[in-house]
């Protein structure tokens, strides 16, 4: 039998435990406008961010989709976007049909790139005019052919290369239809808080700031422990046990169910192990080598069993910050306040990783 788990980033695997939080873009592209043009997808890293993200582009790819004028673009955060969307957008019949002609017929007059095409446009000519330019216009011939353009970013960060994208986008949102409403191009991203937050604080990307999000949330425990049950043949008593050690994290839910599925001859505390150690160096050490200065301090210091925000402050450097610090991290997705003035870790055994390992 093949594992049912999997370890790859962004693919939910046949274990898959929908959240069904992808429903609400769905329900909101459906009216003409929609009342959200951009969608951020936050939470920590190995929450299901990349899942959803992949679920909402697989539904617009589909036939149905394609055949009321949809077209998805992935775009790449480590790459240059903008470039990106220009190649895919002039693969488009829409667009390619025009540029052929553009070639061919001399009476043929559009403005396609900023230019009139019946003098010809060869491939090579379109360097010679600013991105920007091209992207408009370009989106604008789509839009006149009842197009609607989905991009979607994961793992979105402050780069120049995203900034440049993310400022031309703002632009292409104010522009609007002859009917008067804004052009249907959208933008959904998965990210980490900060890297959003980073953007939000660019001058003319105040957009980021005010986008509808969605944020991840811990998978159900009788969900995990169903799927355990059923998936791995154990005993429900010990699905349960075994779910709640997850505490719903995703990356964990999988990495456990995996673990057991290939070991589950070598005992329990072996498979723990197994799987603690994968969360480690997998995930927590990357999470922790993001977090600033601050953020690790106070971190230590409910890791060492002090999370009493009274008791907290003391044991900083400068308690002012307690505040400020708790809240970001509670943004991020890392603790959450379980009782007045009372925090916890979301993620299990993260506490036992900064002992050991958060330097």
Known sequence: MQNPFTHTPGIAGNANIPTMLENEIYENFKFTPPSEHVYKIIGVRGSGKTVILGNVMRYYRAEEQRKDGWLVYELSSSRNPVKSMISYMMMEPEISDLRTKGKVDFSFT?????????????????????????????????????????????????TPAMTEFCSIYAKLIRKQTDEGYPWPVYLICSGVYENYYDLGEVDNLTFFKRAAEIKTVPLSTPDIALKYETTLAITESDAIKYAKETRGFAYAYQVFGSNYFQYKNEGIDYIKKAAKSELFSQCYEKIWKELPKGEKELLRIIASGTNKRHDIMPKMNNGKNYQVYSTKLKNMGILIAENRGEVQFTLPYFDEYIQKYGD
């Open 110 to 158: 559009v403005p396609i790139l900023g230019l009139n095409v019946s003098a010809g446009l060869e491939d090579e000519d379109i360097s010679i005019y600013d991105e920007e330019v091209v992207i408009e216009k370009v989106v604008e011939t789509l839009v006149r052919k009842k197009k609607k353009i989905l991009i979607g970013i994961d793992d979105i960060a402050k």
